[in-house]
């Protein structure tokens, strides 16, 4: 879904997101997933899963109202799949609805998609200086890959269940 201005993605502003606890109680979501190669997604199968959430909840009218809110969340329960969670407003008919309930401490990264591990040890290290241990990981990416080479930015946002 491409915001009026003809820009691909909205602006991100990384002040909002990073070192944020964030408190839900049965937020919901709709889910999808795709296959990985040790933990190595194949780039069309993403988009063409985001594109299908996005149209499924923008359909229902069941999405942020500001492009800016909108949260698509990653996980990889395993090597070979990665989950994408995209948070909705309420249930989306013909769509895996799910909710995520817990408490989630932020903290926003820039860099290449492969420092994830390296970002996750510097999460780990803020999250022991709070006392917080991670029960597992979520990654918002700010930008796809055209909009991060355009701004010079790949911020991502590590949310870390605790």
Same mark, same amino acid.
């Given at each position: 879904m491409k915001p009026e201005n003809n820009e691909c993605c909205p602006t991100f502003r990384p002040a909002k997101w990073s070192e944020k606890t964030f408190n839900w109680?049965?937020?919901? &979501?709709?889910?999808?997933?795709?296959?990985? &190669? &040790?933990?190595?997604?194949?780039?069309?199968?993403?988009?063409?899963?985001?594109?299908?959430?996005? #149209?499924?909840?923008g359909d229902a009218k069941k999405l942020e109202a500001d492009k800016e809110d909108i949260l698509v969340l990653f996980t990889d329960p395993n090597a070979f799949m990665s989950?994408?969670?995209?948070?909705?407003?309420?249930?989306?008919? #013909?769509?895996?609805?799910?909710?995520?309930?817990?408490?989630?401490?932020?903290?926003? &990264?820039?860099?290449?998609?492969?420092?994830?591990? #390296?970002?996750?040890?510097?999460?780990?290290?803020?999250?022991?200086?709070?006392?917080?241990?991670? #029960?597992?990981?979520?990654?918002?990416y700010a930008y796809c890959p055209g909009c991060a080479k355009k701004t010079g930015h790949n911020f991502m946002v590590l949310f870390a269940e605790v």
């Open positions: 109680e049965n937020k919901k &979501f709709i889910r999808a997933w795709v296959p990985t &190669f &040790f933990h190595i997604p194949l780039p069309p199968m993403i988009g063409n899963r985001i594109t299908r959430l996005m #149209k499924l909840a989950e994408i969670y995209l948070a909705v407003t309420d249930r989306v008919p #013909k769509a895996r609805n799910t909710v995520l309930s817990g408490r989630f401490i932020t903290k926003v &990264f820039d860099g290449a998609y492969n420092d994830i591990p #390296k970002f996750i040890k510097e999460m780990d290290i803020y999250l022991m200086n709070l006392n917080e241990t991670a #029960k597992r990981f979520f990654v918002h």
